[in-house]
């Protein structure tokens, strides 16, 4: 049987995996009257409550005498890595534009590294059928992007197909019969080139998708480069400096079939496979036949870009809601995960109990936690730090630098601008984008955009959407003022009164609610003012004998504000911890205190001095 590679690409929310469901759906993958959850691929819990593709998945469907192997993958920019990784599988790309938002950054950055790759790629306009669809113009836009991009002639010839995921259908021109997605499997077909391999050389592949299976341990997936892969066959596993890790037999071959993954005694060159039975193979590690010479080539991924510590939880509650709190818990779960995620590196902290995890943004290290915490941790979490850099050239300090699309409505086109480039962002573009929004685009370090997503939310109604890219490193841009107002903190254990809350409130903005757990250096509000603010939150009412009607009928809390995990690692400045546990997030000072804060303040100041 025939074998096709193909990836689809796309920006975040403009269809990649709803188009997956019906690609299974018409191909037949499915049994008839099977149920099957609307986008079945995001199988992980987050991805389900999120919405969003995390993690990288394979699949395969059969279109007459071709197998055509799909991999969905993630389209927010903080997951890219995933997206480099699985390059390296294919041999065609299916880029997804939404018919009505354009090619947006996630966009540019995945076909920047697919037309690099050689790819040739197959443009599909998704989503045509919405009332703000404009296909023509996106279709001009993406070939305008293709050319930005330094793209060859032939890749400048790309197929383009006109679909609405939704509904199950693409066809070649916008007025076409609408019934199927037989136009899209045919073009995969024709349009994109069989696996280029030799069937004859020894069999090697290398490793771009970890996972662990609780029966099976170790599975990982590749594309069989060369040879011909055998159950029980003995292999060994090459570094790409071609040191030997390990040796082993491939206790287990899975091919894809729909969702499932299907045991097969023999795998071909081509075909994507996953295979257990090895203990220290990783990502981008080859596996290979004995007499295999050297490793394979795998793709550079991008450096991180920012950094936030992990430490132990060593609150005043800690050990009360998690079970697995100690430090070497927690070491051996983040260098697991570094393993199988290229975009995130671990080290040792030079605090003690503590490790540096680096990433590409907040939302990826905002999901690692709350992964983590669903397991049963329980940790404290430093304010996110960008990863600067020395120029080779010149010596000068670089720090890494964004693109920013933003597309609001004009009345919030202002305050947008006046934020950004306080954070010193600088507009490159500005332009209607119709139904009454304006398109911005800025240059902005990483760093100034730390915290401000929920300040952008608030400032456009929750109508902005903001869409980022890491686009380098550019020239450090001195100091960014960072949240203006101070804390409310609690100067006493116990639980949370309601009478005391009442007159705190009158203070600034409450996080915390009657009844709750609060110790010594807790952070429980935002003061209104720019200065820290110690208050007592156990306080009772004292008891009299004097009773008078409707005298406490008044003492009514205003709903205190409930951050998730990403905006409260946003939030939190440097002398302040994120402490998340399986059934709390909290936000607390560094020290706990309030002697050894001043003589942290003093500290600083005095280094600021000098």
Known sequence: MQIRNVAIIAHVDHGKTTLVDKLLGQSGAFREHQQVAERALDRNDLEKERGITILAKCTS???????????????????????????????GAIVLVDAAEGPLPQTKFVVGKALARGLHPIVV?????????????????????????????????????????????????????????????????????????????????????????????????????????????PVKVLRQDGSVVETGRLTKLLSFRGLERVPV????????????????????????????????????????????????????????????????????????????????????????????????????????????????????????????RRNPDTG????????????????????????????????????????????????????GLIGYHGEFLTDTRGTGIMNRLFAGYGPWKGPIEGRRNGSLISTEPGEAVHYALFYIQERGTMFVTPGEKVYQGMILGEHSRESDLEVNP??????????????????????PRKMSLEQAISYVEDDELVEVTPGAIRLRKRYLDPHERKRYERRIDAEAAA
């Not at 991009?149 to 693409?170: H, I, K, M, V, Y």
């Not at 996972?211 to 170790?218: C, S, V």
């Not at 670089?398 to 934020?419: A, N, T």
């Not at 009773?547 to 003492?555: L, N, T, V, Y």
Request: glycine content about 10%.
């Open 61 to 91: 469907v059969v279109w007459g005498d071709t197998r055509i192997n799909i991999v969905d993958t993630p389209g927010h920019a903080d997951f890219g890595g995933e997206v480099e990784r699985i390059l390296n599988m294919v041999d």
């Open 125 to 233: 306009v998704n989503k045509v059928d919405r009332q703000d669809a404009r296909p023509h113009e996106v279709h001009e836009e993406v070939f305008d992007l293709f050319a930005a991009l330094g793209a060859t002639d032939e890749q400048l010839d790309f197929p383009t197909l006109f679909a609405s995921g939704r509904n199950g259908w693409a066809d070649d021109s916008l007025d076409g019969p609408r019934k199927d997605l037989s136009a899209l499997f045919d073009l995969v077909v024709r349009h994109v080139p069989p696996p280029r391999v030799n069937p004859d050389a020894p069999f090697a592949m290398v490793a771009s998708i970890l996972e662990y299976d609780n029966f099976l341990g170790r599975v990982l997936t590749g594309r069989v480069e060369q040879g011909t892969a055998k159950v029980n066959m």
């Open 265 to 388: 005694d023999e795998v071909q060159a081509g075909d994507i496979i996953a295979v257990a039975g090895l203990s220290d193979g990783t990502i981008p590690d080859t596996i290979g036949a004995p007499d295999l010479p050297g490793p394979l080539e795998a793709i550079p991924v991008d450096p991180p870009t920012l950094t936030m510590t992990f430490r132990i939880n060593d609150g005043p509650l800690a050990g009360r809601e998690g079970k697995k709190v100690t430090s070497r818990q927690i070491r051996e779960r983040l260098f697991r995960e570094a393993e199988g995620n290229v975009a995130i590196r671990v080290s040792d902290s030079t605090e003690t109990d503590a490790f540096e995890v680096a990433g590409r943004g907040e939302l990826q290290l905002g999901v690692l936690i709350e992964t983590m915490r669903r397991e049963g941790f329980e940790l404290t979490i430093g304010r996110p730090r960008v990863l600067t």
């Open 396 to 447: 000068e300090r670089e720090e890494p630098m964004e693109e920013v699309l933003v597309d609001v409505d004009e009345p919030y086109s202002g305050v947008v601008v006046e934020k950004l480039s306080r954070r010193k962002g600088e507009m490159q573009d500005m332009r209607p984008s119709g139904g009454g929004k304006i398109r911005l685009t800025f240059s902005i370090p990483s760093r």
């Open 538 to 559: 156990i306080k009772e009412k004292k008891l009299t004998n004097i009773r008078a009607a409707g005298k406490d009928d008044a003492m009514l809390l205003v709903p």
